[in-house]
Each structure stands twice: as structure tokens, then as C-alpha cells.
């Protein structure tokens, strides 16, 4: 795993808004098969590093590769594009759709003849590739036929994330960008979406997890990554790691790994 291009990588990535500088020279990477946690105290720059690795802001400066190209992300289309998916906070489902239709948003199949033509949806059709595709990734929820807004917030969030996953699994596998995806979940079904990161990771998926859920971190994440008022300060493999020093680097207790 060490040897391997990365599925995505940022380089000296510096953002402003006005004159607030919101990231300074960020370098990061995440591997195929990697799940790696984006820690650090509320407006550390952690959501403006993501949608920067979303296509959502350009950055003032820096550059971003996939899978070793050089990209330049003018809107979320590219980086969508280019194999990496952002899954929202707010989870940005249709309610009183039901699952596979949630799941065939942007993609749907048309009815055969007259009515495709017309713009009819096949949803039997949609339904059996959703079942083959959340078979695949070894996702369980409700029946397909289920409004999302019938399910858990568990449920929900499973489905949220299995479908941007759906999106980047395959041949060439993206990236996952996830914002928080515990924050409403009580412990079971924060259980439930820990075994899907996992499982996700384990198809070959990069995976970037916002989160202040450090047992979480512990649970799914190979290494964290630690932002301070916009800088990198920890870099870290969490095997081994104390969890006082992860929370001295996000307080800034803790010097930062790269100081000078
Ligand atoms: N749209 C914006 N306009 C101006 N400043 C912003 C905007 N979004 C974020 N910021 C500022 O950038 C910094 C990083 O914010 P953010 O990325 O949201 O942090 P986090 O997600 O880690 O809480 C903060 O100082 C915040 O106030
Ligand atoms: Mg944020």
C-alpha cells in the first residue's frame, strides 16, 4: 500500500476567503482501499478542504492529482467526473421516493419505446440494478419499494452513502467524501455506517471522513489527518497513536507535527 499512486492527492492547497486565509499549504492524500479521518475544532478549515477535494471552491492556490493526473475542478461535475463523490450532510435524499429511486437519481432508465421517449422511468428495471449494485457492496436496508422517508436515520445515511459509493465502485475506484455522516446517529446505527465505511474501504474505495467522532476515527480510520486554523498539524497513522495527543493537536495543546 505504500508504493501505490494515490486516488487522490492535494499539494500546497492555500484558500481564502476575503482576506481570511481558511487553509494554508495543505498537503494531503488518500489511498485506494484507505480510509483516512479529517479531524480538528470547528472552523479548522475541514469543510473547505472538502469541497475543495470536491470541485465546490477552487483553491487560491495548489494543485490536485487523481490517480496521478493533474485535475483543475471548476465544479463538483468534474471531480464527479473525475470519480469522486460527495456525500452532504444533509444527505440530499427525496424523501417521498423510495429507495431505488434515491439510488438511480441522474442515471434512471428510460422505458423502452413510446414512453421512454416520453421520458417514462423503468423502475423495475432501476430496482434489479439496485439490488445487483447494493449486493455488490454488501448493503442491507429496507425493501427497495420503501419512501426513505419511512427509514431510520440509519437507513437514511446508509443509503445517502451507498449511493454516491454505487457511483465511484468499479473498475477504477473514486474517492468518498464524507461530512459528518454519524453526527445525527445514535450508537447502533453509527455501528451500522462504521461496517459500511469499512466495507467500502474494503472494495478498493478512498474514503475521507469528517468527523468529531474519535472513537469513531479508531474504529474505521487507517490514519487521521489533523487541520488547525487552516494548517496541517498532524499526520498521523491512529494504530498506536495516544488519543490525548490526537485531541492535544486539535486543541492546539499539542505542537504541530511540522513545525519548524
Ligand atoms: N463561505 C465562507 N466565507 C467566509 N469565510 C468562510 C466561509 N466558509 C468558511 N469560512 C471560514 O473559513 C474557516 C474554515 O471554515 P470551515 O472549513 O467551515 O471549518 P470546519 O469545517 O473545520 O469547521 C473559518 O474561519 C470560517 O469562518
Ligand atoms: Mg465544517
Known amino acids: 500500500m505504500s508504493d501505490q499512486t494515490p486516488a487522490l492527492e492535494l499539494t500546497g492547497i492555500e484558500m481564502h476567503y476575503g482576506y481570511v486565509l481558511a487553509l494554508s499549504g495543505i498537503d494531503f492524500h488518500v489511498n485506494a482501499g484507505e480510509v483516512v479521518g479529517l479531524l480538528g475544532d470547528n472552523g479548522a478549515g475541514k469543510s473547505t478542504l472538502l469541497k475543495v477535494m470536491s470541485g465546490a471552491h477552487r483553491p487560491s492556490a495548489g494543485t490536485i492529482k487523481v490517480r496521478g493526473q493533474k485535475v483543475e475542478f471548476h465544479s463538483p461535475s468534474d471531480s464527479t467526473a473525475a470519480g469522486i463523490q460527495m456525500v452532504y450532510q444533509d444527505l440530499a435524499l427525496v424523501d417521498p421516493q423510495d429507495i431505488s429511486i434515491n439510488l438511480n437519481i441522474g442515471r434512471e432508465i428510460l422505458r423502452k419505446g413510446p414512453l421512454g421517449w416520453l421520458g417514462f422511468v423503468d423502475r423495475k428495471a432501476m430496482r434489479k440494478r439496485s439490488e445487483a449494485e447494493l449486493d455488490r457492496l454488501g448493503v442491507r436496508t429496507a425493501p427497495m419499494t420503501r419512501p426513505v422517508e419511512m427509514l431510520s436515520g440509519g437507513q437514511r445515511q446508509t443509503v445517502a452513502i451507498a449511493r454516491s459509493a454505487i457511483r465511484v465502485s468499479g473498475e477504477t475506484n473514486g474517492v468518498l467524501l464524507l461530512d459528518e455522516p454519524t453526527a445525527a ?24 471522513l ?18 488547525n486554523r487552516g494548517s496541517k498539524v498532524a499526520d498521523t497513522v491512529l494504530a498506536g497513536t495516544d488519543p490525548d495527543h490526537i485531541v492535544g493537536w486539535i486543541t492546539g495543546a499539542r505542537p504541530s507535527q511540522f513545525a519548524a
Open 185 to 208: 446517529l445514535g450508537y447502533e446505527q453509527t455501528k451500522q455506517v462504521e461496517a459500511l465505511i469499512r466495507r467500502m474501504a474494503g472494495q478498493g474505495i478512498a474514503i475521507v
Open 210 to 227: 469528517v468527523t468529531h467522532n474519535l472513537p469513531l476515527c479508531y474504529e474505521v480510520a487507517d490514519r487521521v489527518v489533523i487541520l
